[in-house]
Structure formats: structure tokens, C-alpha cells
């Protein structure tokens, strides 16, 4: 965060929580990008995953559970992976709708901070 | 990842949290520098090395997330056999899997209505569990339940303390933030007084 030289605009207790509400924002703002990558990919492993079940013709599928694969029945994993789509569904949106309410938040915070200090404050990414 | 609140870390009066120290909020810099006796460049120094120690703490509370990350899928995992383990119970099926011996390289095992579960607790110790045969289908329903009961509480507890090291580094994040606008402050404080006595010796000339 870069500040002008020689300015001498007070910074308030205010302004400072402000500052790091703004920094605590901008965190979570990336790491949410990287939990909706990672969510994104697993919903196109599961739609890849549906497209096989639906293309093979085996009875028998090998369904991974936790380190192993077992040996379960077609109709069993086209149940379990439906259901995982489900929840990857959900949690994608849930993570879609916190970025948006993150962004919102850093674009107000934007708005004061500038208007009190102006080009004494850097609020951009690097 | 729930999002915790953004609502204020240190007040200008709290000292801690856990062992870190809180960043003093410096009102009027002038005051500050007066009452520390300090003088620019040893309060710039001072504040610098507070910036340094922060970092050390910072990097140690990212690796134990980082650890506690790893850690919650992995017991997830083993719920998930579990639970198919407990489905299976009194079928009389077994389970037939596919598990990997060595890298790419897969054998087959079938997992009869099993007797018993372990549980891997770290390097060389593992929980065992040695059947009786009396009562035989309730004591070994018992101890599925034994199993997936453990294995909750340990991803309970996993979860809590992740809880509790991110506000850690929120915290953290924060007394970083306020130590560094401090150390600008101050530096431009610094400025904007040479400026005046350049001015102040013009004038004089």
C-alpha cells in the first residue's frame, strides 16, 4: 500500500479498521477464487464421470472410496454421483455468492477510503 | 469455508491474542514519537522489526493450516469406508476392491462381512480390534459405530481448530496492516516536517 510523500491527512482508529477490514476482505476474495476453481473441477470430473457411466456398459463399476476402488453397482454409483453433484452444485453457488458479497463490500470501502485520502492510498492489486 | 466475521481485532486498548502481541494504533504521530522518546528512524527500526516477527508468526500459523487443510480430507475419506463398511454389515456380502500396492499398480481384495476395522493412529501404532464371538453381530455393530464415532470427533476437532487458527491469522493479518501504515505515517510525518524546516530556513536566508 503506497502512500504520497509529505501529505498530512489524520488517520483515524476508524480509517484503520476500515484499512484492515479492506485487507481481510481482499484475502478472502482470493481464496475464494481458488475454492471456486477447485469447485468448478469438480463438477466437470462429475459431469465427465456421469458421461462415462452413461457410455459404458459394464455392470460393475470401480467406484473410488476414500483410498480404494470398490466394486460397486452401476445403478449404486450413478445414485452417488448424482448426489455429489448435488452438493458440489451447492457449494459452488455458495461460494459464488460470498465472492460477489465480498466484492461489494471492497468496492465500498474503495469509495471512502479514496474520498478521504485520495491518491495517498493504493487500494489496487500489484 | 464459512466466512467468519469482519468485524474489529484490536481496540486501541486490547494488548493480545494468543501469544500475539497487538499493534499499537498510533493516534497523532507527533505524541507517539514524544512519548516513546523515540526518534524517527529508531521508531521506523522498531516498527520494521515488529513487521519481521509478524512474518515468522504468519508463515508458522500458514503451515498448520496448511497440515490441518491436508488433514480433514484424509479423515473424510476414512468415514466414507467406513460408512460402506457399515452398509454392507449383515448382507453377507463382501466388499471387493481395487487398491494400489505400489504406483499405477493395483490388486484386488475382497472385504468379507468383516470382523474388524482398524484404524490407522500414525507411523507403527494401529488400533486393532480382536473379535469375540459372543454376541458376535451386536459387539461388532458396536464397534463400526466405535470407529465412525472416533473418526467424527477427530474431524470435529480438526474443524474447530481451523476455525480457530484462521481468526489467529485474521488477527495477525491485522496487526500487520496497522504496523505498516503506522511505519508510512511516520515516514511521511517525517517528510512533511523537513519540508517545513526547508521552508522555515528559506525564509530566514
Known amino acids: 500500500m503506497q502512500q504520497g510523500g509529505g501529505s498530512e ?55 473410488q472410496i476414500g483410498e480404494v476402488f470398490a466394486h460397486v453397482p452401476k445403478e449404486e ?42 491518491d495517498s492510498i493504493n487500494l489496487e492489486e500489484d | ?7 474489529v481485532s484490536a481496540s486501541p486498548g486490547v494488548t493480545e491474542r494468543r501469544g500475539i502481541p497487538g499493534a499499537q494504533f498510533v493516534e497523532d504521530v507527533q ?26 508468526v504468519e508463515m508458522k500459523l500458514l503451515a ?16 466414507d469406508v467406513v460408512a460402506t463398511l457399515q452398509s454392507k454389515k449383515g448382507t453377507g456380502e463382501g466388499l471387493i476392491t481395487d487398491f494400489e500396492v505400489s504406483e499405477g499398480i493395483y490388486s484386488r481384495a475382497r472385504i468379507e462381512d468383516t470382523d474388524s476395522v482398524c484404524l490407522w493412529l500414525g507411523a507403527n501404532v494401529m488400533f ?27 474431524l470435529d476437532n480438526a474443524k474447530a481448530s481451523l476455525e480457530v487458527l484462521v481468526a489467529d491469522l485474521q488477527f495477525l493479518r491485522d496487526q500487520v496492516t496497522i504496523t505498516q501504515v503506522t511505519i508510512a505515517r511516520i515516514y511521511n510525518w517525517d517528510v512533511h516536517q523537513r519540508r517545513i524546516r526547508q521552508v522555515a530556513a528559506a525564509k530566514d536566508t
Open chain 1, 9 to 63: 491527512t489524520e488517520v483515524t482508529w476508524g480509517d484503520q479498521q476500515n484499512i484492515n477490514k479492506f485487507g481481510r476482505l481482499n484475502n478472502r476474495f482470493h481464496e475464494l477464487e481458488d475454492e471456486i476453481k477447485i469447485a468448478k473441477e469438480t463438477n466437470d470430473n462429475l459431469e465427465d464421470a456421469s458421461n462415462e457411466l452413461i457410455l459404458t456398459d459394464e455392470e460393475v463399476i470401480r467406484f
Open chain 1, 77 to 118: 454409483v450413478e445414485g452417488r454421483i448424482e448426489q455429489m453433484k448435488e452438493v458440489t452444485g451447492q457449494n459452488l453457488e455458495k461460494l459464488e455468492a460470498e465472492k460477489d458479497s465480498v466484492l461489494a463490500q471492497m468496492t465500498g470501502l474503495k469509495k471512502i477510503l479514496y474520498g478521504k485520502f485520495k
Open chain 2, 1 to 7: 469455508m464459512a466466512s467468519s466475521s469482519f468485524s
Open chain 2, 31 to 56: 505524541t507517539y514519537l514524544t512519548q516513546s522518546g523515540l526518534d524517527v528512524n529508531s521508531a521506523l527500526a522498531f516498527l520494521q522489526e515488529r513487521l519481521q516477527q509478524y512474518k515468522l
Open chain 2, 64 to 79: 498448520q493450516q496448511r497440515d490441518l487443510q491436508a488433514k480433514i480430507p484424509d479423515i473424510v475419506k476414512c468415514l
Open chain 2, 128 to 154: 486393532i480390534h480382536v473379535a469375540y464371538h459372543i454376541c458376535r453381530f451386536e459387539f461388532l455393530s458396536v464397534f463400526m459405530v466405535q470407529a465412525a464415532t472416533l473418526l467424527q470427533k477427530n
